[in-house]
């Protein structure tokens, strides 16, 4: 009898996911298969009335490259792929399902998946309990930890993580719990695919030079108020014209409310500048082709960090402080992209930093530490070791008194205190009183 088919199924959610699957695909990154099948996912809040990844222009270009596409959304309808996870005696149920209803058969499968931390990568990789999995990642969260604990029976099975050299030098973090090697995908290949978008997105009302500002929508994660959103946004425009810049082009995020480039539009004609308002879906990296523009101004955005390492275009950052200070709780997945761009990108109210720098050793490693030191243990004499000889008024922007504290970490109290939190008896104090703390608390509520 001869070996059974090999089905290669890849699942993507965003149009940057789906260029770098191609990326990928045309680097001959994956062992050969007997088809390869784009499994399609728009995890927008409401996925009804927001349009999914093979609506947005290029798509065509990239579907080319698989044998077929399916549609996660339409399988598993009424249920929202954020949300949705089998339960374990229906999973052998949803197995057979699926294999009829894409028409696998009894093939092989392998998976590709983006977040295997979260539904519905986790969802998918849990109905193939036999597949193996490559996780690929498209932006700076591949350099921080995993941001819960993987089932074992999930995290054995997965062989790589694919990944942009976003940061190069910087080795990422995800999935090394279970000894993952990181592969980059080539720079070359995911430009070049970023060229077949870029032909593909037709006319667009864009200057030559200027600055390009990258909205991110950080209110809608919680993160910032709408208000405070507005305000780094004006904050962006200001500090582009302090620059020099007299043409501004502002690419809001795709789910931003109108209102905001009104806004906007407003402080532009105040300041007497030019701003164009890029309302076309495409990627930002299409838009650094066409405009090339003379400076790329954003808070944490991925784009930041494609635009210097990839483009060679000059970036400046902003409001990064804010949202360290903002982000919670402290094992925030987005602390270390937050954490990067603060570290590498010149601040945009600094005119004379105007060169990306290299991460500082051993700051991921610290930060990634204090976010998950349970699931990176392994990690902590790097931590002591960075904490004790680069803990400033500066870098304590990274860190949390409060969770320097919580791990007996440097930097948790004066140094004339230092001893205090390697002493068992002052550990087990602190722990009752912090436990007399949680009950009186409540007391409290309850009342």
Not at 111 to 116: D, G, I, T
Not at 172 to 201: I, N, S, W
Not at 304 to 314: D, K, Q
Not at 419 to 440: H, K, M, S, T
Request: proline residues 9%.
């Amino acid at each position: 009898m001869g070996t059974r088919p090999l089905t290669r199924i890849f699942l993507a959610s965003t149009l940057y996911g789906a260029a770098t699957l191609a990326a990928a695909l045309d680097s001959d990154t994956f062992s050969p298969t007997d088809r390869n099948l784009l499994l399609i996912c728009n995890n927008a809040a409401t996925p009804e009335t927001t349009p999914a990844l093979d609506t947005a222009p290029g798509f065509a270009k990239l579907r080319a490259r698989f044998d077929g596409a399916l549609s996660w959304n339409d399988t598993i309808r009424p249920f929202h792929p954020g949300g949705w996870s089998p339960r374990p005696d229906d999973v052998p149920l949803w197995e057979r399902y699926l294999r009829k209803e894409w028409g696998l058969g009894d093939d092989r499968v392998a998976l590709v998946v983006e977040s295997l931390q979260v539904n519905p990568a986790l969802a998918v990789a849990q109905l193939f309990p036999d597949a193996p999995v490559d996780v690929y990642a498209d932006g700076l969260m591949s350099y921080g930890p995993t941001r819960d604990k993987l089932d074992p029976l999930v995290g054995t099975r997965i062989d790589r993580l694919l990944h942009l050299d976003l940061v190069p030098g910087l080795v990422p973090l995800l999935l090394t719990e279970f000894g993952v090697t990181a592969q980059t995908v080539p720079t070359e290949a995911f430009t070049k695919v970023l060229g077949e978008l870029d032909g593909a997105a037709g006319e667009l009302d864009l200057p030559e030079g200027g600055a390009l500002l990258l909205g991110q929508y950080l209110s809608a994660l919680s993160i910032l108020t709408p208000q405070e959103e507005e305000d780094l946004h004006v904050r962006m425009v200001r500090g582009a014209v302090a620059r020099g810049h007299r043409t501004l082009v502002f690419k809001p995020h795709p789910s931003a409310p109108a209102r905001w480039s009104r806004l906007l539009e407003r402080e532009a004609e105040r300041l007497d500048v030019t701003l164009t308002v890029l309302d076309t879906p495409v990627l930002a990296e299409v838009v650094y082709a066409r405009m090339r523009p003379d400076l790329v101004v954003g808070c944490f955005s991925t784009a930041l960090l494609t635009a210097s390492a990839f483009y060679g275009l000059p970036v400046a950052r902003t409001g990064t402080g804010l949202l360290l200070e903002r982000l919670t709780p402290y094992q925030n997945s987005n602390r270390i992209p937050v954490t990067i761009v603060d570290a590498t990108v010149p601040d945009l109210d600094d005119p004379a930093a105007t060169a990306v720098t290299p991460v500082p050793a051993g700051l991921v490693e610290a930060v990634g530490y204090a976010m998950q030191h349970q699931i990176y243990p392994r990690l902590r004499p790097a931590a002591e070791r960075y904490l004790s000889a680069h803990l400033t008024p500066y870098t304590r922007r990274y860190f949390k008194r409060r969770r320097l504290t919580a791990l007996a970490l440097p930097g948790a109290v004066p140094s004339q205190l230092a001893f205090l939190p390697r002493n068992p008896a002052v550990l087990r104090v602190a722990r009752r009183a912090r436990a007399v703390q949680r009950r009186l608390k409540r007391r409290v509520a309850s009342a």
